[in-house]
């Protein structure tokens, strides 16, 4: 038997449709996580790593950093088959914006769920924008990170 390791065909800016959705695998946020992040960013805020002080907040433990679950999910996002194929036309990230609804605990099992949600056409005909709304999700069905980002794809060229 034969496996072929072929490229994902491109997605182009044409191909992608206004409500299409994807979801990614899932992973589960660690302690290793949290503190290698915290050694990463120089963040040690006692939120995240005291646990003492962090079960007198109203969270009652440890939460993860906020820009770690962005990471996390740009992960996730590169594992998708969605990304596969966009990533050999993708141009750039432009804006992000978002918003932490729900905190990241140790333990939390969390995927990302993708839709696109406009597109918009620029003043050069090789690229246009498009937004795709992006939400992680716990294992409990909350939100935890959702928001926008814009992306610059290229276009089919004709």
């Known amino acids: ?6 490229p994902a065909e ?5 191909d992608l449709k206004i409500g299409a959705a994807f979801e990614s695998p899932t992973r589960t946020v660690t302690e290793a996580d949290i ?6 960013s120089a963040d040690f805020n006692r939120l995240h ?3 003492e002080y962090a079960a007198t907040t109203p969270y009652g433990q440890r939460i993860a950093h906020g ?3 962005l990471a996390i999910m740009s992960g996730l996002v590169t594992r998708m088959q969605l990304n596969q194929h966009l ?3 993708l141009m750039g990230l432009l ?4 918003r932490f609804p729900h905190p990241t605990f140790i333990g939390d099992t969390l995927r990302v769920n993708v839709e696109v949600l406009d597109k918009a056409e620029t003043s050069r005909a090789d690229r246009g924008v498009v937004s795709f709304q992006r939400s992680v ?14 992306l610059l794809v290229r276009r089919r060229q004709n």
């Open 1 to 6: 038997m034969k496996f072929s390791c072929r």
């Open 10 to 14: 491109p997605y182009y800016f044409e």
């Open 35 to 40: 503190v290698n992040f915290a050694c990463l």
């Open 49 to 51: 790593v005291d646990a």
């Open 67 to 69: 820009l770690l679950v």
């Open 87 to 89: 990533e050999p036309s």
């Open 95 to 98: 804006d992000i914006q978002c």
């Open 137 to 150: 999700v716990n294992q409990r069905g909350e939100i935890v990170v959702e928001g926008t980002w814009k």
